[in-house]
């Protein structure tokens, strides 16, 4: 025994002495979550990976804001290098330097110039994603100025407009209930308020509304009244007249007796005596068109059709300073485009030959002259700020900015593609392929918009160019029932019972996935964001095995919960579209599909964003389907941000969730 027990001494030696000469792997760098991420699940993060992809994280548009009242110039919206959330600026030539306005660590991107002499702006700011907006005046006069606050910090406020002769601005306020996660007040009132930024301290209130969908809109010319807007639902809204000295109402829209179906109605604009109202609305059809309603003169209350040839929805408007011209945004398949308007005769003109090709964003018409100004994103830029003249000339006033490194002028189109659903239906989505340089079967992301009563649009693709740029992945942006865009009929077809059959659309997709020679349908990765974050959960639960993972992004778990928990601003309105859960009977429906109630199976790796402070879907949703996914056994990820809401709006949160995203993918759908 001896000899035995000395070769093992000596093999132990042997093998400490091999240790102790091998020199030991450095330790492979890594990109930690910043203080304000709480990251479960989530293997290291390498910092290789975060240097590969880095490139993709700065691109950098603006967004309009609003025009001077006199001068020509305006407030953008926009992200300097280095900085962790877009702030205000003041652009005082087209291409000239941005002036910084606002520095903040909240983002900024809501204002209005006091609109007589522009001697300051007033501007919208919330803490911490909670939607809690509060309204600040800013002098521009001043040097070294800082902002005051002009609101109560227990309400919810919102910008509506200007009284312009006088310089008040008219805002709502919503209570906020700090009681319980998700509130407790079982009345919710809307206030609407007169307030001289100057002298916050004598505000005066113009009417108190029941409801949380109310908002002012369109002041008269002579500024006695003031239109309101109320809305339902998707499907359903009325526009309201306010006599400003006395707070009587009436309803212009629909009129009062009316047996019309429900259709929506939103203000657009004034003529210049204030005899013609112009109006959206899908009362005549399927698409909301440009309409007006007569206000005074021999037929009162005649509601013409302007713009019924366009079988599209009409997404926005604007009227010169002195409502000769009308400016109108169409939402065509997805992608908005102006078409132009004579205002006196309601004939339509042709549009510039010179409009720079894109997505059209914003478009608003200078108060004091004919200048238009829009911005224009599309699959090879973010957006970028323009203007039209009356002359038909355009001007550009800002550059995106693209890092080095990157050429976006290679980034791929999207286009439209179709398939049946289970019911005959046509669903329609964005596909964008990977470059040419990639072949053989493609992964494919599946990526399902929020709303639901929103729409996957044609524009800028941003950090999200690296999957089909980098990766190879194939995009699709499917547009199931429910979303807006393609008629009012449409839209109402995922509502109360029929929730379901938008999930039966994806499932439809699936299918055309696996028909197409260059999709790898058994690569999929689903995900989608608040709606589409219900729609990854419950494709998830549907359809597991025939994905290889999903990542949901502030997500509904369970609708009876989420109705119980969201804001009580939000809550009857949400009912409409998801249904009452007070009752029974749809109660046992929400309970039933939703994913939480399913959660045995989901089979296959989730990984789960949310913001702490989300008013819309609180973070107890995300939490309960954490914990349910891992009592299963499977596979779950969990990222959530102490300083987001509904969804991470500060760069730096925004960067780890997309290197984490990135390493799912790598774990899912991108092996070997």
């Not at 809109?217 to 006599?243: H, I, K, T």
């Not at 659309?505 to 964001?529: F, H, K, Y």
Request: charged letters at 20%; hydrophobic letters at 35%.
């Amino acid at each position: 025994m001896t000899p035995f027990r000395i070769s093992l001494c000596a093999l132990a030696t042997a093998l400490l002495t091999a240790c102790a000469s091998t020199p030991t792997p450095a330790p492979t760098a890594v990109v930690a979550p910043n203080a304000n991420l709480i990251a479960q699940g989530i293997p290291p993060v390498p910092q290789s990976l975060a240097d590969a992809v880095s490139r993709y994280n700065d691109f950098r548009g603006h967004a309009f804001v609003d025009w001077h009242p006199q001068q020509r110039e305006m407030l953008v919206a926009h992200r300097k290098a280095g900085a962790n959330t877009a702030q205000l600026y003041r652009l005082s030539s087209p291409m000239g330097a941005l002036q910084q306005l606002t520095d903040s660590a909240e983002p900024v991107t809501q204002a209005s110039y006091e609109p007589r002499t522009g001697e300051y702006i007033v501007f919208e700011r919330a803490a911490g994603g909670n939607e809690v907006g509060q309204l600040y005046r800013l002098s521009l006069t001043q040097p070294g100025a800082q902002p005051q606050l002009l609101t109560n910090p227990d309400e919810r406020h919102a910008m509506n407009g200007w009284l312009r002769n006088s310089g008040q601005l008219i805002h709502s306020s919503v209570p906020i209930d700090r009681t319980a996660q998700g509130g407790t007040r079982s009345k919710v009132t809307t206030s609407l308020w007169l307030l001289d930024p100057l002298k916050p301290e004598g505000r005066r209130k113009l009417a108190e509304l029941d409801g949380g969908g109310w908002s002012a809109s369109r002041p008269s010319p002579d500024e006695r009244s003031l239109l309101l807007s109320r809305y339902l639902s998707a499907n359903e809204s009325q526009v309201w007249l306010l006599d400003i000295a006395s707070g009587a109402m009436r309803q212009l829209l629909p009129a009062v007796g009316s047996q019309e179906p429900k259709a929506t109605y939103t203000p657009v604009g004034w003529s210049a005596d204030g005899a013609t109202l112009w109006f959206a609305s899908d009362r005549a059809g399927e698409f909301r068109e440009l309409m007006t309603l007569a206000m005074a003169g021999a037929t009162p209350g005649r509601i013409t059709r302007v713009s019924g040839h366009i079988p599209w929805d009409l997404n926005g408007a604007s009227l010169t300073a002195d409502r000769s011209k009308l400016a109108a945004q169409f939402n065509v398949d997805g992608r908005d485009e102006l078409r132009f308007f004579d205002a006196a005769t309601g004939k339509e003109s042709a549009a510039p030959a010179t409009l720079p090709p894109g997505n059209i964003g914003t478009a608003a018409y200078h108060r004091a002259r004919a200048d238009l100004a829009f911005s224009v994103s599309n699959a090879q830029g973010p957006g970028q700020i323009y203007s039209l003249d009356a002359e038909g000339r355009v001007q550009q006033w800002t550059k995106a900015y693209a890092p080095a490194g990157v050429d976006t002028s290679t980034f791929t189109e999207q286009k439209v593609v179709r398939w049946k659903s289970f019911d005959g239906t046509t669903i329609s989505g964005l596909l964008t392929p990977p470059p040419k340089k990639f072949t053989g079967k493609r992964p494919v992301l599946i990526s399902i918009h929020g709303g639901p009563e929103s729409q996957a649009q044609m524009g800028f693709l941003g950090r999200n160019a690296y999957f089909t740029q980098e990766l190879g992945m194939a995009l699709i942006q499917p547009n199931v029932r429910g979303s807006t865009g393609y008629g009012k009929s449409f839209l109402a077809m995922d509502n109360g019972f029929k929730r379901e059959d938008s999930v039966k659309d994806i499932g439809a997709l699936l299918d055309w996935i696996a028909t197409q020679p260059d999709l790898d349908a058994s690569r999929v990765l689903v995900t989608g964001g608040s709606y589409g974050g219900y729609m990854t959960l419950a494709v998830s639960t549907h359809y597991a095995d025939r994905i290889a993972g999903a990542i949901d992004v502030v997500g509904i778990s369970h609708f009876v919960t989420f109705l119980n928990n969201t804001e009580s601003y939000r809550r009857d309105l949400r009912r409409v579209e998801y249904g009452d859960e007070r009752d029974p009977a749809m109660r046992a429906h929400l309970e039933k599909i939703s994913p939480l109630t399913n959660v045995a199976k989901i089979k296959k790796p989730l990984f789960v964003i949310q913001g702490k402070n989300d008013p819309r879907v609180p973070y107890t949703e995300a939490e309960q389907i954490v914990a349910k996914v891992r009592e299963g056994g499977t596979p779950v990820w969990y990222l959530r941000a102490e300083n987001e809401g509904h969804g991470f709006q500060k760069k730096e949160n925004q960067d780890f969730q997309f290197y984490a995203t990135i390493l799912f993918m790598q774990q899912t759908v991108l092996k070997p």
